[in-house]
């Protein structure tokens, strides 16, 4: 469970309630099923409008991944190609062709099968890279359908409230109705921003953020396997793909300390 995305959905919405309950609101004003329809069946009909239906349908199922997704372990993926690394340096390339069934990322599989069959390094590059661009197009688009719901519900609200308005005007000769009726034709409104601003937008972000996650990862598997078909020594191979790992998550990049280099080392010894 991502405990960022739920604590601060509950945060934002204890705030809002808790700060109309001190105004002497209460929680039954704001609760019309009426204006809930009319702000989620208009903004779902203009989304459906705008993308495909199979676009839609995997936006919906992706809801998940903004509250509960489990995120790449780049820990496990570094040390099986560091493993991979030390093998092809003893044994060669061809050796790891017996450890392909016990690999579980397809995009690592695919990628060193390549290298196994003896692919060069710069086909192996176009073919994986020309795969993980044409993925990123599809995944991109999955945050754009929430960016859309986010422009549409607000509008959509105001839509509610004039429908609202107008209900109202029936009833000017009863100027309680008329106050009441008011009230209530706004509470679409806050259906619409409230949906925009705590939901969908947030959503979007967050599902962006997993997905340059999941495409960073892929970058170090596709630099990785051309390492080790170059034949690059697995020390190196291991230090140069941690940095991947460091800029996904910046709080370790900055705890890390620098290791000094070879040159470095030459030098103090000399010394």
């Known amino acids: 469970m991502d405990i960022a995305s739920i604590g601060g959905i509950i945060l934002a919405l204890a705030g809002i309630l808790a700060g109309m309950m001190i105004e002497g609101g209460s929680i039954s004003q704001i609760t019309q099923p ?28 992706d809801v998940v991944k903004v509250f509960m997704h489990r995120g790449p372990d780049g820990e496990a993926v ?15 390339i061809v050796s790891l062709d017996s450890d392909l069934n016990r690999i579980e990322d397809p995009f690592l599989k695919q990628a060193l099968m390549l290298a196994v069959d003896g692919t060069e390094p710069e086909e192996v590059r176009t073919i994986m890279q ?18 859309a719901a986010g422009g549409y519900s607000p509008t959509i609200g105001i839509i509610g409230a004039v429908l609202g308005l107008i209900q109202v005007m029936k009833n000017l000769d009863n100027i309680d109705e008329v106050g009441r009726g008011i009230a209530t034709a706004f509470v679409a409104t806050i259906y619409g921003v409230a949906l925009a601003n705590l939901i969908c937008l947030p959503a979007a972000g967050k599902l962006k953020f997993r997905h340059r996650e999941e495409v960073m990862q892929k970058e170090m598997i596709l630099e990785g ?26 709080h370790e990049a900055q705890d890390a300390k620098p290791q000094p280099g070879k040159a470095a080392r030459r030098s103090e010894a000399a010394a």
């Open 225 to 250: 396997v051309i390492s080790i078909l170059e034949g690059m020594n697995p020390r190196m191979l291991e230090m140069k793909l941690r940095t991947y790992l460091l800029a996904s998550k910046p």
């Open 78 to 92: 570094l040390a099986q190609i560091v493993e991979f690394a030390n093998k092809a340096r003893k044994s060669g």
């Open 130 to 147: 020309l795969q993980l661009d044409n993925r990123s197009e599809i995944d991109e688009k999955i945050p754009a359908v929430f960016e």
């Open 34 to 61: 009426t204006a809930a329809m009319i702000v989620l069946g208009g903004t779902a009909g203009a989304v459906m409008l705008q993308f495909p239906m199979s676009i839609f349908l995997a936006a919906c199922k």
